[in-house]
């Protein structure tokens, strides 16, 4: 079976049921064939490790995965998705005339084994035609099983009937013998062998019943990462281009060649030293000389490349920072697109489009930024190569956090290796960042940060730097997690809002977040291997359109009050089908518009409001 690489993504991994759309039956992925992606493994192993490293840190199980993952890279193998081998599943069937009933137990889900029958027409009643039971049972372990059919306990050998109401809370099997017609109880499936739940007393042991289109019957796991050669890794082995990375978001930094010398093994740059003299004889005869001395500073600093840049973010960041910096690819992803020349801020473009007369067009995109500060924004990027993979690695049952074991994809029958299914392309994006500035006052104003040791409270670098340093603290604070909230929330309301003001629904794009320096891109999930500038054109179209809708849509919801008091987000507001990095999960519209369930005093918009002066 072929199908499309995002839709082997999201709904055809290894070990899901899904409804063949052809058939109409349900079926399980056996495995899934391909070549080979143009991706390094060990960027995706490297990536992989740490965010196995992150689901056992929180306590949570994955034991089929090795530790050090670059130690085992034969362990695994990349596939880029091009078939889909599967089986029918569940085999059980039942006759879908509601006097008949009948099920029918095949003995494999195989194509080719005489125990699927030649037509679907039911044995018995010769009538009715038979379907699959949509209902199965699995564990939070990893295990699926199918329902177990019960027995009549007077009449042993009679066939059973199934009665399907649409949910299986009132649906069950009865006795076939009319004299007798009795409901059978429904026989519940326990992981009586299950190492994962004797580990933990509190788990519960019986496998939960589910519908085959069910989410909690399969939660894919994927990491999404920007596709870059290995040069990457060489350069995050360098303490220097990780303060270079900082930098740049810090704006103490703005060209980032030195980055990538730096990873190629380049030490910093030693001062002139006709200079380095000239200073310390101004020092000593004319110290009193304030500007003589500045004077020469700047002079001898002219000399030394980028290395002021690089002490100035030093100095404004805590030493933790760019230490833990070091192992955040996300920052240096950030800095390598910088860097490609791939990320175009607005400004600039209309910068171009002034100095060509079209100043129309030009107009239009300051009139965007304008609105974006008035809203909490200050930078709106547009990427236009974006080199995004996606890769899917396991999935759990149940639950998509750490309640339930992460289990790697099933291998194939021909080999052991454990499948890596990635799709990748060059796509575009925009990269949209909050305010540092709004955000310090916003935790100010919620208690979540202490009072500036100034009036007026942080310039811009230095609320820049405080961002990474409450994300990048090793103790989480109330303000590191409104921060990465107050982000995650702005990314689901600007890809709800596409869906008014360009040709791309919530599901059709993806989100990249970097909450670490309070920015997400959003990014087109089509894969294929060229764009057609869309989200360009909506950005220099219709920005502002498009950032005052999403702000708007985080004010209400067709389920309020109960969403914004109750769970801060719903399907009808927030969450995303396709996408979001972490399944929905943290999402609240109050870390917006304040209240809801954790009483937020004051929500970033009412904070980006009064600092405009709204």
Known sequence: MQRSRVTVQYGHLPGQVFEHEVDGIYCVVRDISGGRPDIPIEQVLEALDHRLAQWRANGGDAPSFPNNLLEHADTFRLVRPEWVRWDVWPVLLFCGNRECGHVLVLRTGRQADTGIPESRRCRRCRTGAYRQLPYYQVHGCGKRRQLQVPQCPDHLTDDRTFEDTGSFVTAGFRCSRP?????????????????????????????????????????????????????????????????????????????????????????????????????????????????????????????????????????????????????????????????????????????????????????????????????????????????????????????????????????????????????????????????????????????????????????????RAWVLDMTYAAVPTEAADAIRRVTHVWSHLLMHALAYHSSFSANSVGEYLLERTASTLIFVAKFNAFNLGALGALAEQHLRLWLSDAAEAAASCVHDPVCLAERGGCHKCLAVAFGCERFNRGLDRAYLVGGGRLAIQEGFLHTAARRAGG
């Open 179 to 463: 004299t007798c017609r009795r409901w059978l109880p429904m026989r519940f499936a326990t992981c009586v062998d299950c190492a994962w739940a004797k580990s933990d007393p509190s788990r519960a042991r019986t496998l939960t019943l589910v519908t085959a289109r069910d989410a909690k019957a399969y939660y894919g796991h994927r990491l999404t990462l920007v596709n870059i050669d290995a040069q990457l890794r060489d350069v995050r082995n360098s303490d220097r281009a990780a303060v270079y990375a900082l930098g740049h978001y810090m704006d103490t930094v703005g060209d980032l060649s030195g980055m990538l010398a730096a990873g190629r093994g380049a030490g910093p740059a030693s001062p002139n030293a006709e200079a380095a003299r000239l200073l310390e004889m101004i020092r000593e005869r004319y110290g009193h000389d304030t500007e003589a001395v500045q004077q020469a500073q700047a002079m001898v600093d002219a000399t030394r490349g980028d290395e002021p840049a690089l002490e100035r973010t030093r100095a404004a960041l805590q030493p933790h920072t760019v230490g833990a910096a070091t192992s955040d690819r996300r920052i240096f992803e950030r800095a390598f697109l910088h860097a490609r020349h791939s990320v175009d801020n607005l400004t600039d473009i209309a910068a171009t489009l002034t100095t060509a007369g079209s100043t129309e067009l030009a107009d239009r995109i300051h009139t965007g930024l304008a609105a974006a500060r008035q809203l909490g924004l200050s930078r709106v990027a547009l990427v236009r190569d974006f080199p995004i993979a996606l890769v899917g690695y396991g999935y759990s049952r149940v639950h998509s956090d750490e309640r339930a074991r992460l289990s790697p994809l099933d291998p194939t029958r021909d080999t052991q290796q454990l499948p890596l299914v990635a799709v990748d392309a060059n796509t575009e994006g925009l990269l949209v960042e909050c305010d540092p500035v709004v955000l310090w006052h916003f935790c100010r104003s919620n208690g979540w940060t202490q009072a500036w040791p100034t009036a007026d409270g942080p310039t811009t670098e230095q609320a």
